[in-house]
């Protein structure tokens, strides 16, 4: 059984330019987590998804950043118009009904 | 609110010595309790957690950690170190039955030497 996957593992984008980062979970697992890591810092959450509907966004910056979890298809985090300060690890999570959270391997993003 | 303090950003033990790693919690609700290891370039994996009943909790790799609620501490132990320990090391809390949003420290890393 796979665990989460998470792609790229590394993504170099230039300032202005558009991130895309994707995360397809455990098999049988329904929520997606969003979490963002900078250097030095631990992880923060960002966003809760479920299939087709965002259950909490509440860590979520309110520009440039959005998320979706379609019926099909893995998770997205897209980070639009990138700055330097975007550059950080991403890691997304997944659970299902009863189990714990499993994390990706995360996406390293650096921005030039 | 919910928080958590983790004293020492790096600790170092000799191989076969004792690790400690301290983690304090704020929380204004009965919390779940958490600690996740993270090696390098690697996603973050679990090591042991705390919900409910026994304060000792065991974890993966001869870890484990004991709840204090008095003193809102969730220290991280094990024996005897191993080079392959080498790593950093997150506390984390949620409230019950909302592991939905866990709140991370900042994280130790553990420096194992020879």
């Known amino acids: 059984n796979a665990g989460v996957m998470q792609n790229p593992r590394h993504l170099v984008r230039r300032r202005g330019q558009e991130a895309r980062l994707r995360c397809s979970p455990m098999k049988g697992h329904s929520h997606v987590y969003w979490y963002r890591q900078l250097p030095e810092e631990g992880l923060k959450f960002m966003v809760y998804?479920?299939?087709?509907?965002?259950?909490?966004e509440s860590g979520m910056p309110k520009e440039r950043f959005s998320a979706e979890f379609p019926k099909e298809g893995p998770s997205i985090l897209r980070i639009q118009q990138v700055v330097r300060g975007d550059s950080a690890a991403y890691f997304c999570a997944s659970s299902g009904p009863l189990a714990g959270k499993d994390f990706g391997p995360g996406t390293r993003l650096l921005v030039l | 609110a919910q928080s958590v303090t983790q004293l020492g950003s790096h600790v170092s033990v000799s191989e076969g010595a004792l690790v400690l790693l301290r983690c304090n919690y704020s929380?204004?609700?009965?919390?779940?309790l958490f600690w996740y290891v993270q090696y390098p370039n690697q996603g973050l994996q679990l090591l042991l957690k705390?919900?409910?009943?026994?304060?000792l909790v065991k974890g993966i790799n001869g870890f484990e950690a004991e709840f204090k609620k008095s003193e809102t501490s969730f220290h991280l132990t094990k024996p005897s170190a191993h080079m392959s320990d080498a790593a950093e090391y997150f506390c984390a809390v949620s409230e019950m039955d909302r592991d939905d949003k866990i709140i991370f420290g900042k994280g130790t890393r553990l420096h194992i030497l020879p």
């Open positions: 929380s204004s609700v009965p919390p779940y």
């Open positions: 705390y919900t409910t009943g026994a304060t």
């Open positions: 998804l479920q299939k087709e509907n965002i259950i909490d």
